[in-house]
C-alpha cells in the first residue's frame, strides 16, 4: 500500500479543486463552442444568401426582358417613322399611300401592344428590384447578427482561456510542493479516474457522493493515517481527518 504524510495527502483536495476548476473551464469552454446559435445563424445566413441570389437571377432575367420589349418597340417606332415620311411625301401611286396608311395602322397597334408588353416587363422589374434589396437587407442583418455572436463568443473563449492559463500556472506551483511519488499516484488516479482525490467525510465518499458499506468503512478506518486508500466506488484518493467523522 502506497503511504504519504496526512499532511501531504491534504494537499490533494486544494490540488484536486484546482483540477476541477480546470474541468469546469473546459466544460465551459465546450459549451460556447456548441452555442447552438451558432448553427441556427449560419443556417440563416445560408439561407439568405440562397435567397439573394436567386432574387437576383430573376432580376436579371426581368432586365433582359424588358430589353428586349424596349427593343421591340423601338424597331416598330422606327418603321413607323419611316413610312409616316413617305407618307408624307406625298410621292407614289396612291394605291401604295394607301397601303402605307394600313401598314402604319397595323404598326400602330402592334407597338401598342409591344408598349403593354414593355410596361409589364418595366413593373415586373420594379418589383423584383424590391424583393432583391428586401432580401439584401435580410441578408445583411443575419450576416451582421452572426458576426456579433461569433465576437461573442470568441470573447468568451478568450476569456476562459486565460483564465485557464492562470489556474493551470496556480496547479504546476502548487504540484510542485507535493510529494513526487503521491503527486504521480494523484495524477494516474486522474487520468484514469476522472477524479484525483476527495474527503472521507462522516463515512461518505465525496468522489463518489454514497456512504462507504460498513465493511469498506471498517477497512479504512484500521489503515494507518499514512496509508493512501481509495474509495471502492470512484476509485480516488480517499482523504482522511479524524475531524471530518471518518
Request: negative net charge.
Amino acid at each position: 500500500m502506497a503511504k504519504a504524510a496526512p499532511q501531504e495527502q491534504m494537499k490533494l483536495l486544494d490540488l484536486q479543486a484546482l483540477d476541477a476548476k480546470l474541468k469546469s473551464l473546459a466544460n465551459r469552454a465546450a459549451k460556447v463552442k456548441a452555442d447552438p446559435r451558432v448553427a441556427e445563424l449560419s443556417s440563416a445566413v445560408n439561407g439568405a444568401r440562397s435567397e439573394l441570389a436567386a432574387a437576383e437571377t430573376a432580376l436579371k432575367d426581368a432586365q433582359r426582358e424588358l430589353a428586349r420589349a424596349e427593343g421591340d418597340v423601338e424597331q416598330v417606332a422606327g418603321r413607323i417613322q419611316r413610312d409616316e415620311a413617305r407618307l408624307n411625301s406625298g410621292t407614289g401611286l396612291s394605291k401604295d399611300l394607301l397601303a402605307l396608311q394600313h401598314d402604319i395602322a397595323s404598326l400602330n397597334k402592334r407597338r401598342s401592344d409591344l408598349e403593354d408588353i414593355e410596361l409589364e416587363a418595366m413593373e415586373r422589374v420594379d418589383a423584383l428590384s424590391l424583393d432583391r434589396d428586401a432580401k439584401q437587407q435580410a441578408g445583411a442583418a443575419h450576416e451582421k447578427a452572426f458576426e456579433e455572436l461569433r465576437a461573442e463568443l470568441q470573447a468568451e473563449l478568450s476569456a476562459l482561456e486565460a483564465e485557464r492559463k492562470t489556474v493551470v500556472a496556480q496547479r504546476t506551483e502548487f504540484a510542485a510542493g507535493i510529494d513526487p511519488a503521491l503527486l504521480a499516484l494523484y495524477e494516474k488516479t486522474l487520468q484514469r479516474r476522472g477524479i484525483g482525490a476527495a474527503r472521507l467525510f462522516h463515512g461518505k465518499s465525496e468522489g463518489s457522493g454514497f456512504q462507504l458499506s460498513p465493511g469498506d468503512l471498517a477497512d479504512i478506518t484500521k489503515a494507518a493515517e499514512d496509508d493512501v486508500v481509495f474509495c471502492p466506488d470512484s476509485g480516488c484518493i480517499l482523504v482522511r481527518s479524524s475531524e471530518w467523522g471518518s
